[in-house]
């Protein structure tokens, strides 16, 4: 989830702790958008002071990561390794922001060298920059290398002047021919959008995704990938 730390969300964090509360949910994950991203304003003191925040409510646990940059050819993020190994877990992906030109070889390049580089667990809609990348050969290297493919449900709602339909069901035929699982999410923006899955409901079938595919559905699987205690 987005809160208004990451400048282009509209909830906070108790907004959504008590909305995941209300909707008897088992864990809730924040991760803002990182440096790189101009609207954002997480900076080092916000992260270091997560230690302060709970880490758990009534039964709900919380997690604090970020949504990394991936800003360079070599996949380096926009945040220092010091901060990254501060979080509970690390997504990291492409955005706008970045150091090098976006045609497809590169974005190919700077997504591998991310996931190669061990300092991500999840790679947020990997089908997403503008279809300038060599999809199928992220999906593989993401699961060869132990990283989480997202399907992000904002995504199903927008409409895009690339078939990113066809990327996703892409990214699920991939992850299953690995046996492996991928993370679902609503990538929230507000509290209203929390937890709503109703779009994926619409292109499950579509899509061949099945719900045991979704780690979600395993709380204790997802905290054990990601190292972090129940
Ligand atoms: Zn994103």
Request: proline share 3%; hydrophobic share 35%.
């Amino acid at each position: 989830m987005h809160t208004t730390i990451s400048g282009d969300a509209h909830s906070t964090y108790k907004e959504y702790i008590d909305k995941a509360l209300e909707n008897n949910m088992e864990i809730i994950g924040f991760s803002e958008h990182g440096y790189g991203m101009p609207a954002s304003y997480l900076t080092d003191y916000c992260i270091s002071n997560y230690r302060r925040m709970p880490k758990e409510i009534n039964g709900l646990k919380i997690i604090y990561g970020v949504e990394a940059n991936i800003m360079d050819l070599d996949g380096g993020l926009d945040l220092p390794d010091e901060r990254l190994a501060k979080l509970d877990y690390v997504i990291a992906s492409i955005h706008t922001p970045k150091n090098y030109d976006g045609t497809v070889e590169n974005n190919t390049t700077a997504m591998i060298n991310a996931i190669r580089s061990k300092k991500m667990n999840i790679i947020s809609h990997p089908y997403a920059p503008y279809g300038l990348a060599n999809f199928e050969e992220v999906y593989e290297e993401a699961c060869k290398n132990d990283v989480l493919l997202e399907l992000n449900i904002s995504y199903l709602k927008k409409e895009f002047d690339y078939d990113h339909i066809s990327l996703i069901k892409k990214m699920i035929e991939i992850v299953k021919k690995h046996d492996k699982k991928l993370i679902v999410n609503t990538d929230s923006h507000n509290l209203w959008e929390l937890g709503d899955d109703s779009e994926l409901e619409k292109y499950k079938d579509e899509l061949g995704l099945t719900n045991d595919m979704i780690i979600n559905n395993y709380p204790d699987e997802l905290l054990e990938f990601l190292g972090v205690e129940r």
